[in-house]
């Protein structure tokens, strides 16, 4: 397939061509990947499917691989020398699935769609990854590429490992699953974890219940208030995900909790959303602490957005930009100043649960399209 000195069109439909033509392959990768449980309880499988990654990719000239451990899992970094631009491939190896389901789930396919633990998130996209990283060497011509494959999904409240050496980069491309009907991510909401604890006075509430004070009491007039604050601003979300207290029925309430998601595409709104919690609450006499932040995700620089649709165009599968409220890594690199796009992993869905799924049918184009988006990605940022 060498075929080098082409442009990103001549590269997108290469890759694509390849990767369609070796369609069996991936399916055998991805199938020795969903075959391996890499939930949070099993670290060895996560550490398993990165060395299964490590392995294949080492085979190619000059790579380099390194590994990190931080958070009670493992990490992968492989470097692919190339030219003097840099990009990052991003993923995670946990499915967030727990022990048992690949045996209980086994990859299957039914026409064009696979179905399997992970195959969507982001089993798909990892396995995507490595034949497109095969087919760029083979062709001759690509940046220097650091495909990273991170031990957890998002579970942290900080950055993703080998950011140090990732800032610098010129794109970033996020391997979860794109959207059914050809959509990629362009925006992620951010989002801010906030505990509202209510004290109370316990009581006996057969023979006392009027010398106690409930702390559920309070807490739920309270819950009611924040919830309320749900959408008063544009495409802010809020919702109260747990609330717990109290120790017995005969018993009134001493203590009593409740944890609050609140989400949007923007710090301020973040920011207003936070203080207004803080008001509600002073005004009830309950505490509020902030447990969690992640920043939001939003185009550093359209133009990569371009490339890739570019890409995509010239293998006549035009794909289109979205917003989502979920997070991902690319919120990360995306606040680092690191232009990025998410989504670019095969089209899939149903994330986490016995129907998830990707369309077979989408891995060329999609493997062109980010191949195509790899070789046509100049350093921008300065």
Known sequence: MRESGHGAADVA???SAHIKRRSGEFLSLLDELVSIDSGRDAPEGIAKVQDLIADRLARLDGVTIERGHEGGVDHLAVTIPGGDARVVLLGHADTVLPRGTAAERPLRVE?????????????????????????LVDLGDHPTIELVVVGDEETRLVAPPFMDRLENADACFVLECGRPGGGYIVRRKGG?????????????????????????VQLCQTVVAV???????????????????????????AEAWADVDIRAFGDDDLDWARR???DICEHSSLSVYETGRWPPMGLVDESLSRLYQDASRSLLVPLHPESTGGMSDGCWTSTAGIPTIDGVGPEGSNDHSP????DLASVPARAGALAGAIAATIRNRR
Do not use: Y
């Open 13 to 15: 439909a290469a890759v």
């Open 192 to 216: 801010l974890w906030v505990r509202l604890e209510a004290k109370g006075r316990s009581a006996h509430a057969g023979v006392q219940p009027d010398w106690g004070t409930s702390a559920i």
């Open 227 to 253: 919830a309320e604050l749900h959408r008063t601003r544009d495409d802010l979300t809020v919702s109260v995900g747990t609330i717990a207290g109290g120790s017995a029925p005969n018993v009134v309430a």
């Open 111 to 135: 026409g064009h769609i696979g179905f399997g633990p992970g195959v969507a998130d982001m089993k798909g996209g990892l396995a995507m990854a490595v034949l497109v990283c095969e087919a």
């Open 276 to 278: 207004r919690v803080l």
């Open 355 to 358: 129907e998830e799924h990707i």
